[in-house]
């Protein structure tokens, strides 16, 4: 009798990622998140078609945008609509086909997209990360916060720019990992450099002069949660050794004792700084930022997902006390939000609403308010000369990041801006 043989398993191809295919889509700012797949190139886009996938609008004419994707490059043309169309701040001429750029904003009616050539993931809007907002441009961070919980790593680093919210960050890894509490955030830049080790390892009694009993020091008092390590980059050379016994061990030496002390604590530090570039040039210790990078979170600057910007305002506001209803809002407004490079990210974007309410308290958001605090606007993200972005990387000293933020665009653009200049 003849042995059986194997069957022959059926091929499965290349594994798509978890975050599916990349594809354009116009992802809605305002009124509320929700991504739309772009349509076929040589479709018109109007009150219709905005209608039957659940935005109405109705001071959009029935034929009002037709985009164009000849050649690959996405164009749109105003096709005479009633109350025209707007990218960028700027109203197209009737029916000229005017580029769409990645990251550009586009007004019809009451309605603001932002176009995305790779979009990933699920058209629906994502929730939170913690305390931080962010339906469609935090999805970098999703990703690898979730992730961390099957493997859970010792040390996590949070990257960003100032006022991206990286302590918002920090207590949702920190959830995820189990360690939400105790919860010790220590912004390193703050603490003075004789009182470091004292306070943050402990000290026995009689360790110095003013030392009349002993103190366990933060990290120990905290044993069992996390540490948050803000502001990393500031940490002097030598406390950065110090530290760095913490990371390898996980113990801790007070002032003063002869004997170190165990701990089990969740290292997580923020920086708004390269440390790449900080040990390259000598200034932070190569072994303590391996340690320190065992997982990286990266967490994008507001001008880099201005789609969640409405959604993020929201919520500022409600944090207030303060609700922002649309019905109550300008759409000229919100695109004057949208067009704003905010260098300080979210935190700036919260000083900027508060100061809008004191000069309007009335509900919502007028144009007229927002510049009384921001100035008149003379943003124009298509008016990009290759002159303006070669002063600008120049005067960055060819720090393309820098001088993104200097032009008020995302890295990314700039990067796209000079490839296609060549």
């Known amino acids: 009798m003849a042995k059986d043989l194997p069957t022959t398993s059926a091929h499965r191809g290349p594994a798509v990622p978890e975050g599916g295919r990349r594809r354009a889509a116009l992802v809605c700012a305002f009124p509320r998140p929700m991504a739309l797949a772009l349509p076929d190139s040589g479709a018109v886009l109007g009150r219709a078609w905005l209608s039957e996938r659940g935005l109405a609008d109705t001071e959009v004419s029935g034929a009002h945008v037709r985009v164009d994707r000849a050649g690959g490059a996405l164009r749109v043309a105003d096709a005479g609509s009633r109350n025209g169309t707007w990218v960028n701040g700027a109203r197209l001429a009737p029916r000229d086909l005017t580029p769409l750029d990645p990251g550009s904003i586009l007004r019809l009616g009451r309605t603001i997209f932002v176009y995305r050539e790779e979009f990933q993931g699920s058209l629906d809007p994502a929730p939170p990360v913690g305390g931080l907002v962010g339906p469609y441009g935090l999805r970098g961070v999703t990703l690898p916060t979730r992730d961390l919980a099957p493997r859970p790593p010792l040390n996590v680093l949070i990257e960003g720019e100032t006022g991206v919210g990286k302590e918002l960050v920090a207590r949702a890894v920190a959830a995820a990992l189990g360690r939400a509490t105790p919860f010790a955030a220590v912004n390193v830049a703050g603490v003075a450099r004789g009182v470091f080790e004292s306070q943050m390892f ?74 790449e570039a900080m040990v390259a040039a000598g200034a932070f ?28 305002a929201s919520e500022l506001s409600r ?34 609403l508060a100061a809008v309410r004191r000069v309007d308290p009335a509900p919502g958001l007028r144009l007229w308010a927002l510049e009384e605090v921001l100035g008149a606007s003379t943003a124009n993200r298509s008016a990009l000369t290759e002159e303006m972005v070669e002063a600008a990387v120049a005067a960055e000293g060819g720090n393309v990041t820098a001088a993104a933020t200097r032009l ?15």
């Open 285 to 312: 210790r190569r072994d303590l930022f391996a340690r320190l990078a065992m997982a990286r979170v990266d967490v994008p600057a507001l001008r880099d997902r201005v789609e969640d910007l409405f959604s993020v």
């Open 408 to 422: 008020g665009i995302s890295r990314g653009k700039l990067l796209r801006y000079r490839k296609r200049a060549k």
């Open 319 to 352: 944090r207030a006390g303060v609700a922002l209803a649309e019905t109550d809002v300008e759409v000229e407004a919100i695109e004057r939000l949208l067009l704003e490079p905010w260098p300080g990210n979210v935190r700036e974007l919260d000083a900027a």
């Open 202 to 275: 402990g000290h026995v009694a009689g360790a110095f002069s003013d030392a009349r009993s002993a103190a366990p020091g933060i990290i120990v008092a905290h044993d069992g949660g996390t540490l948050f390590l803000d502001e990393i980059g500031e940490l002097d050379l030598d406390l950065q050794a110090k530290l760095l016994r913490l990371l390898e061990n996980r113990e801790v030496l007070p002032v003063g004792a002869q004997r170190a002390v165990q701990v089990n604590v969740l290292v997580i530090a923020a920086t708004n700084r390269s440390l």
